[in-house]
């Protein structure tokens, strides 16, 4: 079974600019979720899909961060425009269904300088 | 919403000796706790789990204890391998109906060096 892949893993821009960053979950899994990780902490969630619906982004800064999941398979996170306070590893993570083992990607290191 | 607090930061033990690795939540009515393994630059990978309605897992030399009452869950590695040196972090889930969805929230993490 593929496990969730994510594009690009590394991506270096400097403040003000915008980024993207891919993810595919693994196959049937209904939710998809996309959290950012800090050096030295837990990931925090930024936004939860079910299929193509959001079921939480409390978390997301929605001033500058935006996602979505038009056909309910793969997702795009966005950031526009980036602070150096972005800097940090995003990870997706899918799920067959909410409350069950979540299977994380490799993630994508974004550096802003 | 959800608070986890876990303990030590870092923990430093001898190849063979057991490492115990603690979290408390905050939810009560949290009901589902994984642990993570992340290897530098790898991604989180799930190494055992627990849910509220049971005390107690076991997988080989990996086992993870749930006290509902205190609210608080833990990690316990027997036998440890330097290839058990890695960050863990502990999550805890309330259930997916209601308004959580099932959201993970993680622990700070715990840096575990295992000595040969």
């Known amino acids: 079974e593929a496990g969730v892949a994510q594009s690009p893993r590394y991506k270096i821009i400097e403040k003000r600019q915008s980024v993207a960053f891919w993810c595919n979950p693994i196959s049937g899994h209904a939710t998809l979720y996309w959290y950012q990780q800090i050096l030295g902490q837990g990931p925090k969630l930024l936004i939860q899909f079910q299929n193509n619906g959001v079921v939480d982004d409390s978390q997301l800064p929605k001033d500058r961060f935006s996602a979505e999941r038009l056909k309910g398979v793969d997702s795009t996170l966005k950031i526009q425009p980036a602070k150096l306070e972005d800097s940090a590893v995003y990870l997706c993570?899918?799920?067959?269904?909410?409350?069950?083992?979540?299977?994380f990607g490799p993630g994508t290191r974004l550096l802003v300088l | 919403g959800e608070n986890v607090e876990q303990h030590p930061s870092t923990l430093s033990v001898q190849e063979g000796d057991s490492a115990v690795i603690k979290c408390t939540y905050s939810?009560?009515?949290?009901?589902?706790f994984p642990w993570y393994k992340q290897e530098l630059g790898k991604r989180p990978q799930l190494i055992i789990d627990?849910?509220?309605?049971?005390g107690e897992k076991k997988d080989q030399r990996i086992a993870v204890t749930l006290n509902k009452t205190a609210k608080h869950f833990s990690l316990h590695i027997t036998e440890t391998q330097p290839e058990d040196s890695a960050v863990y972090f502990c999550a805890a889930s309330s259930p997916a109906g209601g308004t959580s969805y099932g959201k993970l929230t993680f622990g700070q993490g715990t840096i575990l060096t295992v000595h040969p």
């Open positions: 627990i849910r509220s309605n049971v």
């Open positions: 939810d009560s009515a949290s009901n589902y």
């Open positions: 993570a899918s799920s067959s269904d909410p409350g069950l083992t979540q299977y």
